[in-house]
């Protein structure tokens, strides 16, 4: 299995009045194609600045990332906007769907801003909900939608572009146990069908459920119950 | 891309439709009040020249401001105006407001001793009979001739030909009936009698003509014999030029023209300022909605939107919002004119320019405004766009 995520001393510091924070320390961690690896830590453990990090939405201090075998840590905004786009799906814990659009228009989003015409988008959003079994939900916004819908709505959205990975943030952080079970069952089985999986949480009953556990505390990674796919 | 932006942007107005209409409302007014008053200001400028016009370009009018033999003129001495080169009529007037009886009714009306060239000269028709001649000048006959309304109130449906009529006592045949000729902008010109000058300057005992109308054979050649009646004046008066003056047509067309030239530039002022305040209102809203929409911009650059599809988004988003509110105020000021011809009786023209110019800026009133808060939400972090609750 080739490497998708090559993460190497990553650092990211920030400055705070007078005082230097090391949000990351040194990172480095590779994740192959296919894997379903989960990051856990306790609130301030610098898993969101990690997770800013993978999803691009942050840049490092010093330290490279190599995605699909591209340096990614010095492009500038465009660029990685246009890579964001591609080759990573976001899934949020607060769903973050836009209100005003139905699951449909919301799912095709991320596809009209990659500039593809209708046509093919129109396909390949329809598509993304029928895999997570919301075809007929696809006129409803996301007001009209149960949480777990909503969140189905969002992983849709994260597939439609067909992207490597999935970063899944807290994902189940908003439902009750049932939903948040049905949810990760649906995670499972995307990596089973191929896609890589990245998922961010606090909770170990979760992480649990990934094939590789990496723990994050203090800036500073630790390997766990490793079990490499391949 | 930007089809999608434009449907995203009407979808964002429609979902807030009191606060669109709120914000738009300075554009709507500024714009609807620039259409309302050029077309007024326009229409009452077409409905001047049109008078104007209508007594002929090619008309000169000297008026006689003196008094005493030194600084007035009588009938002959006025005549010799006739004379002067590329004059065609002339027609000396003395007037006076008269009381005019005939059986038991009396008319208060203008009385306006003349020759047979004043005819002419204002573009009257004859309805029935004759006008004053040569012959009725030279033996001071009694003889009126009647405006189309005069006649009418003084002999209802009854020809006055023939009849006799009374003028301050004195008695006048009525040897015509002037065709109607309609409103002007120095009162009715059909309430009028007319007796001859020389007969007029002995009822009346004037110092002298006051008014003297005299055509041009060419009207291209206006001011040239303009210069040469001046000249001709100025003689006749031993240089004392302020005892006369000298109008054409064309210099009150002029006068016309820039009057509405500087009210046009003063609406245009009015116009531009209410249109700056709508933009600066339109410049408000976004920043708020902006603001709102932190999370939504966070997720959408999280998705692959580059700045320039934000920057985009809200820009379209402010000039749809301006140029929906243009084409609403061309709509209101449209209304309001026709609203001020149906209850002040106003003419109204309505200019294409004016209404593509005012939509055109208030679309770039858009721009303008929509670019501060559109880059605003452009350069947002993701990071914090996406904390933002």
Same mark, same amino acid.
């Given at each position: ?230 | ?214 055509? %041009?054979?060419?009207?291209? +050649? ?6 040469? #009646?001046?000249?001709? @004046? /100025?003689? &006749?008066?031993? *240089? ?5 003056? %000298?109008?054409?047509?064309? +210099? ?6 820039? #009057?509405?030239?500087? @009210? /046009?530039? &003063?609406?245009? *002022? ?5 249109? %700056? ?113």
């Amino acid at each position: 299995m080739e490497d998708l995520i090559v993460l190497d001393r990553l650092t990211k510091t920030y400055r705070l009045g007078n005082e230097t924070i090391r949000a990351l320390d040194g990172i480095s961690l590779t994740i192959r194609r296919g894997e379903f690896v989960c990051i856990i830590g306790p609130s301030g453990s610098g898993k969101s600045t990690l997770m800013n990090m993978i999803g691009l939405l942050d840049t490092p201090t010093s330290g490279s990332y190599r995605l699909d075998g591209e340096e990614v840590s010095r492009l500038p905004d465009s660029r990685l906007a246009d890579i964001r786009n591609r080759k990573i799906g976001f899934i949020f814990q607060q769903f973050n769907l836009l209100p005003k659009l139905t699951a449909f228009e919301n799912v095709e989003l991320p596809l009209i801003y990659r500039g593809v015409p209708g046509r093919e988008r129109r396909r390949m959003a329809m598509e993304a909900l029928e895999k997570v079994g919301l075809g007929d939900r696809r006129h409803h916004r996301p007001g009209q939608l149960s949480g777990g819908q909503q969140q189905r709505v969002a992983i849709a959205r994260a597939l439609a572009g067909n992207p490597p990975i999935l970063l899944a943030d807290e994902p189940t952080g908003s439902l009750d146990t049932r939903t948040g079970g049905e949810v990760m069952q649906l995670i499972r089985e995307l990596n089973e069908e191929g896609h890589t999986i990245v998922l961010i949480t606090h909770d170990l009953s979760i992480a649990s459920r990934a094939r590789r556990i990496v723990h994050i505390r203090d800036g500073r990674l630790a390997e766990e119950s490793g079990v490499p796919a391949g | 891309m930007i089809f999608q932006s434009v449907k995203m942007a009407f979808k964002s107005i429609l979902a807030n439709k009191m606060r669109s209409l709120l914000t738009m409302l300075g554009i709507i007014i500024g714009v609807a009040s620039v259409i309302a008053l050029v077309a007024i200001g326009q229409g009452t400028t077409r409905r001047v020249t049109e008078q104007v016009q209508g007594l002929g370009s090619n008309l000169l009018t000297v008026n006689i401001a003196g008094r005493g033999p030194s600084t007035s003129l009588d009938y002959g001495q006025a005549m010799r105006l006739a004379d002067v080169e590329g004059v065609d009529l002339a027609a000396p007037v003395v007037s006076q407001n008269a009381t005019v009886k005939f059986g038991g009714t009396s008319e208060n009306v203008n009385v306006t001793g003349t020759n047979r060239d004043f005819l002419g000269v204002r573009r009257y028709e004859m309805a029935e009979g004759r006008f004053i001649g040569d012959v009725d000048l030279t033996f001071r006959h009694r003889v009126a001739v009647l405006g189309a309304e005069t006649a009418a109130s003084l002999f209802g449906d009854e020809s006055p030909l023939g009849q006799t009529v009374t003028i301050n006592g004195n008695r006048f045949k009525v040897v015509g009936v002037l065709a109607a000729k309609g409103e002007s902008s120095a009162g009715s010109s059909d309430e009028i009698v007319i007796i001859p000058i020389t007969t007029g300057e002995r009822m009346f005992r004037t110092g002298g003509v006051r008014t003297i109308y005299l055509t %041009v054979e060419n009207e291209r +050649e206006a001011s040239v014999v303009r210069g040469r #009646v001046e000249q001709e @004046l /100025a003689g &006749m008066f031993r *240089g004392n030029t302020n005892s006369y003056r %000298v109008f054409s047509q064309q +210099e009150l067309l002029e006068t016309v023209s820039s #009057v509405s030239d500087s @009210l /046009a530039l &003063m609406l245009g *002022g009015i116009a531009a300022i209410s249109l %700056v305040v709508g933009g600066i209102g339109i410049m408000n809203i976004m920043l708020v909605s902006v603001t709102e929409r932190t999370r939504e911009i966070g997720v959408r650059k999280a998705i692959g939107a580059k700045r320039r599809h934000i920057l985009l988004q809200f820009l379209i988003e402010a000039v749809v919002l301006s140029g929906l509110g243009g084409l609403f105020g061309i709509g209101a000021g449209i209304g309001a004119a026709l609203g001020a011809k149906r209850a002040a009786g106003m003419d109204v023209v309505f200019s294409t320019d004016i209404m593509l110019l005012a939509f055109g800026f208030s679309m770039a009133i858009g721009i303008v405004f929509g670019l501060f808060p559109a880059n605003k939400a452009a350069r947002l972090n993701p990071i914090e766009a996406l904390r933002f609750e």
